[in-house]
């Protein structure tokens, strides 16, 4: 089973930005839809954003439309988030995640390969 490793998280003060990176130890994720969930201390797992196998369909989640942009290399087998004017309430462990099931290029709404995670901390 392919394997996801997220790379990027850290420390950063309101206003900054950070650039979220999933590895993946397969090519085959170029098949895969792919998406970056959120999850804040006691609170749910959140799609914030996601990415058909081509890119050309994504979505946002309202509380990060504007501001956070997803990408995809195919080539590299890498998956991006961009993060720009962060907020407090953005603070969260990130993870990556791939829906192997897809046969559309469209987003998609569910997942069933997932990273470790990285942790996001934006300071007021």
């Known amino acids: 089973q392919v394997q996801l490793v997220e790379s990027g998280g850290g420390l950063v003060q309101a206003g900054g930005s950070l650039r979220l990176s999933c590895a993946a130890s397969?090519?085959?994720?170029?098949?895969?839809?792919m998406g970056w969930f959120r999850q804040a201390p006691g609170k749910e797992r959140v799609l914030v954003a996601a990415?058909?196998?081509?890119?050309?369909?994504?979505y946002y989640d309202d509380s990060v439309k504007g501001r956070f942009t997803i990408s995809r290399d195919n080539f590299k087998n890498t998956v991006y988030l961009q993060m720009n004017s962060l907020k407090p309430e953005d603070t969260a462990v990130y993870y990556c995640?791939?829906?192997?099931?897809?046969?559309?290029?469209?987003?998609?709404?569910?997942?069933?390969?997932w990273g470790q995670g990285t942790q996001v901390t934006v300071s007021s």
């Open positions: 995640a791939a829906d192997s099931r897809t046969r559309l290029d469209l987003w998609s709404p569910t997942y069933d390969v």
């Open positions: 397969s090519r085959i994720i170029s098949n895969y839809g």
């Open positions: 990415i058909s196998r081509t890119g050309v369909s994504t």
